[in-house]
């Protein structure tokens, strides 16, 4: 109800006489003039907590030593806690012709870890997979690996890290990569810097014994 129906109803009371009449144009004067009745607030949307992030699954690195024959290298892990049925059917032993990887979930490990994890990668030569194996024991578990070749000694339990072509990644010549970086400076250059370059090849060439110079800046055969 807006200001000039207040009006309107102020003006009938003012003519009107009969009580009952003025009754109900006083209750409605009333029912005007009150001020609104606040709205009430709206009630805040729940805001469910982000769920807490997954917490990373922790391995312990068990202890472990190795001793060999003429035949086989046999890699004892030990310290383990008892290696019960139960324990013995959720571990895995995965032998590769380079690697060894070992993962045994117990809820023994200590400080709450998930369970025991060992990887040993790359193994210094080869094995033969066919004729390798595992076994559980009390507290250890023993994996033996069949050489490839019988009588060779290792002389260690893991070798150099392999590179792409899955051979044992040779030391790299220092001399070999000073080279490559002559010859990059000298395809990327300026005839002046190819110059300088030349020249000075040829002196450590004629230096060196190897026959001799006077190339003046023809070209390098790297």
Known sequence: MDALDIVELTSLLSQSSRPAVRALLESALKTAAAPPAPSPAPHPL???????APALERWVTPRYSYEQD??????????????TPEVRAGGACTITAA?????IPHPGAPGGAAGFRLLVEPLEKEINVAESSFKFKKTQVEVKLRKRTAWEHWTALMGKKRGGGGAVEAEKDPGAGLMDMMKDMYNDGTPEMKKVIAEAWEKSRAGGGSGGGGGGGGGIDF
């Open 46 to 52: 729940p805001v469910s907590a982000p769920a807490p």
């Open 70 to 83: 003429n035949t086989h290298l046999t890699l004892l892990v030990f310290d383990l806690p008892p290696m």
């Open 99 to 103: 690697s060894v990887s070992l993962c």
